[in-house]
């Protein structure tokens, strides 16, 4: 699996860390092993410039997708296709306000907005109450499954 960290954003990233955290996501979708996609960290400037060019909203917002050749989730005893995930899009700055808020580190509140970006990119959505709680279910799940792994625990998939 490719991943393409970039930390454009003047903020102090992992961006070993987070490449790792996206390849763990797109293994546990069962994403073919070739698939590639980036992780781009912007300032409040760029994410503001493009939210309001791709999203029609002003100021600045948290995390962006932008699926490519859309890809899914992959199922057990098929072969998933091979593809570019896409670009998801993180502002660091906008990720520690909601981190304070939340009473959470900033890093935590950016694994968690990588993970629903990423989920995004598979064709997840949350507009409506039965997709929220499949898309949070799984974001969830997918983030204390990300933290055993940190943690050196053995978990399964």
């Given at each position: 699996?490719s991943?393409?960290?970039?930390?454009?954003s003047g903020?102090?990233?992992?961006?070993?860390?987070?490449?790792?955290?996206a390849?763990f996501?797109?293994?546990?979708?069962r994403?073919?092993?070739?698939?590639?996609?980036a992780?781009?960290?912007?300032d409040?400037?760029?994410?503001?410039?493009l939210?309001?060019l791709?999203?029609?909203?002003?100021g600045p917002?948290?995390?962006?997708?932008f699926?490519?050749?859309?890809l899914?989730p992959?199922h057990?005893?098929s072969?998933?296709?091979?593809?570019?995930?896409?670009?998801v899009?993180?502002a660091?700055?906008?990720a520690?306000?909601?981190a304070a808020?939340?009473?959470?580190?900033?890093?935590?509140?950016m694994?968690?907005?990588?993970?629903h970006g990423?989920l995004?990119?598979l064709g997840?959505?949350?507009?409506?109450?039965t997709?929220?709680?499949?898309?949070?279910g799984l974001?969830a799940?997918?983030?204390?499954?990300?933290?055993?792994?940190?943690?050196?625990?053995?978990v399964?998939?």
């Amino acid at each position: 699996m490719s991943v393409d960290v970039i930390n454009e954003s003047g903020a102090d990233v992992d961006v070993v860390d987070f490449s790792r955290l996206a390849r763990f996501v797109l293994e546990r979708m069962r994403i073919h092993p070739q698939a590639e996609m980036a992780v781009k960290f912007v300032d409040m400037d760029e994410m503001s410039r493009l939210n309001e060019l791709w999203m029609d909203k002003q100021g600045p917002t948290d995390v962006l997708a932008f699926p490519i050749d859309e890809l899914r989730p992959g199922h057990a005893g098929s072969d998933p296709p091979d593809g570019v995930v896409g670009d998801v899009v993180l502002a660091p700055e906008v990720a520690a306000k909601q981190a304070a808020d939340a009473g959470h580190t900033a890093v935590d509140e950016m694994h968690l907005l990588a993970v629903h970006g990423i989920l995004h990119l598979l064709g997840y959505d949350h507009a409506e109450p039965t997709q929220h709680r499949e898309m949070f279910g799984l974001q969830a799940r997918l983030l204390a499954e990300w933290q055993g792994v940190r943690r050196g625990e053995d978990v399964e998939p």
